[in-house]
Structure formats: C-alpha cells, structure tokens
C-alpha cells in the first residue's frame, strides 16, 4: 500500500474561502484572538520570514497570546506560502491561506478576514513599507473606535523617500479619489491606506465587491464604520522583492471608484 507523503508544510496550509465576499458577524470555535491580522502576499519570499519575526515581536508586546496573523498568498510562484506555512509549528499565532483561483489583493485581504476569528480585523503590508511597529500604535489610539487608519497625511506621517513617479500617481489618485467620492476623503486623510484595524462589527454581513489594489475606500462606502481614529507613519521604501503595481492598476482603481460613487448614491 503507497503511503502519502507526509507534507508538514500542507498541513498547515487552508484553502481559500469561496463564493460572497462577506465577513460573518459570529466565529464558531473556542479560538477568539482579539486581533486577526491579514498580510497579503504575492511572491514576498525574500520579506515573508523577517516580516512576520518582525510582527511577532510588536504584537508579543502589544497583545501577548491575544492574535493572530493570517498570511494570505495568491499561490506565489516563489512558494511564499510554503516558507510562511514552515514557520507555523514554531508560531502558534500564524495561519497560511493559499488562494488558487482568485486573484487581487484586496479581495485576498477579505478572504483573510472571512477565515479570521478576532473582533478586530486587520491588515498591513509585508513589504515592510507599513513599519511593523506601527501595529502597537494602531492598538493604541483604536480607543473606541470602528476604525483606526495608519495614515502618511498627518501626524507624523510622510511618503519616506519616494521616488517622483511614485509621488504623482499617488496624488493623482487621490484626486481622483478626493473628486468621486467627497464623503470618503472627508473621513478620512488616507483612504489609500493599506494598514488599517477595523472593528469586525462594521464589516460583518455586507456583501463587499472591491476591484484592485484599495480596500479601505470599500469598506468605507460599503461598511457601517463609525468613529474613525487616525495614526501617522512615514511610508518606508520597499527594499527587497518587487512591487506587484502594474500599468493595469491605475485603470482598475477608476473603475473601482466608479462602481463605490454608484453604491455609495445608492445608500443615500
Ligand atoms: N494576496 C495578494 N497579495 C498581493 C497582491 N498584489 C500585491 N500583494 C501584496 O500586497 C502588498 C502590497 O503590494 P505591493 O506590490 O508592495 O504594492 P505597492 O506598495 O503599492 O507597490 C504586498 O504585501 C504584496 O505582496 C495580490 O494580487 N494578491
Ligand atoms: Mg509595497
């Protein structure tokens, strides 16, 4: 009789959930993190093991034994979700989703959340653009509210040393942003943000459809987000790995801004 293989790496790896992008209100099981972090990866191995040592060390301190950290990778060439599943015996607080027949991040970002079981859901990127430590600053000013934005528009923020290019097509985008959607800039200074805690309640059972890169903006037209606190950091720049924005993206983010105007009048 074959005998299968024993994978520990796969034994540590959940699939992806499918069908509606809906973040349930209740977690079943005795397993209840206050925070679950989603970091969403696509081909990250040279940042994957660093970043999340890096995590662990902010989160340790900021809630020892109270989160965990969902890595959520769209199958990476370069196996990032294998090295992440590797460290799994030896990080308690880790899951692994590998996401086979999807695509986008910020979809990846809720599929995070829909396997996540904390009342307060995030996510950061694992670039290390977003400093690990602004994790424990996030935990701090949430205080009451629904949502805590780690923003590079005040308060110590900044954009680090990006480069020119980089620097108009992220203003440009938020003029665009700033155009279409009024409502959501006045909310909030940096609704491009990638790093954000967001309390499960304001999310749970709404049918969520984002398209691209921006997840935050989704949840502010489409969620029931009420106090918003704010947190800077200066954006560092990637040092390792590439970045995955394409010529694509700037087309994708118009027309996700497009289908949030038409849902946000919708909610009027
Ligand atoms: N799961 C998943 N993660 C992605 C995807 N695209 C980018 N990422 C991750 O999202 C984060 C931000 O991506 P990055 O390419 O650095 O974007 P940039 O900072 O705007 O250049 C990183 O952790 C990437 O690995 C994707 O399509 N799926
Ligand atoms: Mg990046």
Redesign the pocket.
């Known amino acids: 009789m074959a005998v299968a293989p024993h994978n520990s790496e796969a034994e540590h790896v959940v699939a992806a959930p499918t069908g509606p992008l809906i973040v349930p209100a209740v977690v079943a099981g005795d397993a209840q993190p206050v925070l679950s972090l989603v970091?969403?990866?696509?081909?990250?191995s040279e940042?994957i093991t660093d970043f999340l040592a890096a995590v662990r060390s902010n989160l340790d301190q900021a809630l020892p034994g109270r989160y965990e950290v969902v890595v959520?990778?769209?199958d990476s060439a370069d196996r990032?979700w294998e090295i992440a599943a590797r460290l799994c015996p030896t990080f308690p607080e880790l899951r692994v989703v590998r996401?086979q027949n999807e695509?986008?991040?910020a979809v990846?970002v809720i599929r995070g959340w829909q396997v996540a079981r904390g009342q307060i859901l995030g996510t950061i990127?694992?670039?290390f653009?977003h400093p690990p430590d602004v994790l424990g600053r996030l935990l701090e000013r949430r205080g009451s509210a629904d949502l805590v934005v780690a923003t590079r528009h005040g308060d110590g923020g900044g954009l680090g040393d990006w480069g020119l290019a980089r620097r108009v097509s992220s203003w440009g985008a938020a003029q665009i942003g700033r155009w279409l959607l009024p409502q959501v800039y006045s909310r909030v200074s940096d609704p491009l943000s990638?790093c954000y805690l967001v309390r499960r309640q304001a999310i749970a059972g709404v049918q969520l459809a984002p398209l691209g890169?921006k997840s935050l903006m989704e949840l502010l037209v489409r969620g029931n987000v009420g106090e918003i606190h704010e947190c800077g950091y200066e954006m560092r720049k990637?040092v390792r790995?590439?970045?995955?924005?394409h010529a694509l993206h700037p087309l994708q983010y118009i027309r996700h801004v497009l289908r949030l105007r038409a849902a946000a009048g919708q909610r009027k």
């Open positions: 970091i969403p990866t696509l081909n990250e940042n959520v990778d769209d990032t996401r695509g986008g991040l990846a990127n694992a670039d653009q990638g890169y990637r790995g590439q970045s995955k924005v």
